[in-house]
């Protein structure tokens, strides 16, 4: 069984957080290539926290 690893995006304000997907990949190293990548674009906006995270996709967060 191949897993499918997803790239996501989490941006939190005062009050809540929003997760999103940003990619999807075949194998975790070239999710976490993107995920550094993507780390590098500058922050827009005024959230709290802003982090991208790369996990098997449908996989609970804790």
């Known amino acids: 069984m191949e897993i499918l690893w997803v790239l996501y995006l989490t941006v939190c304000g005062n009050f809540n ?3 999103q997907e940003v ?6 190293a070239k999710c976490v ?5 993507h780390e590098m674009i500058p922050v827009d906006g005024n959230f709290k926290k802003v ?4 996990r098997p996709k449908d996989s609970i967060d804790v």
Do not use: G, L
Request: with cysteine.
């Open 23 to 28: 990619q999807r990949f075949e194998n975790q």
């Open 33 to 37: 290539a993107s995920q550094a990548m």
């Open 17 to 19: 957080c929003m997760t």
């Open 51 to 54: 982090s991208y995270r790369c």
